[in-house]
């Protein structure tokens, strides 16, 4: 489980170190890590389903070219998969147990994903103000990701739309490199395995609250447009920041 980072710029906590210096474990050690920080999850209320994960450098699944290779969900049904069941889970995770993971945002949940460079800044700015962040993850070597309450259900059916939507070329001017993960979408949970050794795992664990997501959309669309600024635009790739929806 995650521990609490930020009290110096980019650090991700000791756990987060100790696991990365630790000792290799053994196969059935590591198994129950992995089943116990999945279960976690599902604790704090974010329902998972099995995903892809790496073989090699390529995606487990059958898809010549993937384009979100080890980041996608197993079936095409995963919004209704997802539980936070534990013998569910627990059953996954014997049978599958080289399988990523994806949580379904949008019921308990929403994730607000940022580069990394804006995210490790919002984070130390957030932290210093003693604002309730709640759990954050590291997404391969350029992504962080903010786990948040969901902004709800409204009555009007018609105010709501698809995460896709979050993503489009008319809406990276005003919250550059940011997407607001809701209804329709999904992101890795930790711990995960990315192609190239990478992986994602928490610097923040779930078992901390999920804060309101407009406490921390402030200083992230801030950092976002600091970065865009940094990078520039040409440098800035729009494309990265959405996976397809499906697989």
Known sequence: MGADSGRSRGSEGRFSQWLRRRPRQKPEADDAARLGLLLAVA?????????????????????IGCPTPARHPVSFAWQTQSTTDPAQIERWAAGQP????????????????????????????????????????????????????TRGTPEDEDEWWPCELDCHPETMDEHPGLRWHCRGSYVLVPPARLPGELDVHWIRGPENP?????????????AC?????????????????AWPLSR
Do not use: K
Not at 106 to 130: E, F, K, S, Y
Not at 231 to 237: K, R
């Open 43 to 63: 604790e704090a209320g974010m329902p998972i389903a099995p995903a892809a994960y790496p073989s090699g450098y390529r995606c487990s699944c059958e898809r």
């Open 98 to 149: 080289s399988a990523n993971f994806i949580t379904a945002t949008g019921t308990i949940h929403d994730v607000l994903d940022v580069p990394l460079a804006a995210g490790r800044a919002a984070l130390d700015r957030l932290l210093a103000a003693g604002v309730e962040v709640g759990p954050v993850a590291l997404s391969g070597a350029d992504r962080m990701l903010f786990f948040t309450a």
């Open 210 to 222: 999920l804060p309101d997501p407009l406490t921390l959309l402030e200083s992230l669309t801030d």
């Open 225 to 241: 447009a600091q970065y865009a600024d940094a990078a520039g635009d040409s440098d800035l790739d729009h494309d990265s920041v």
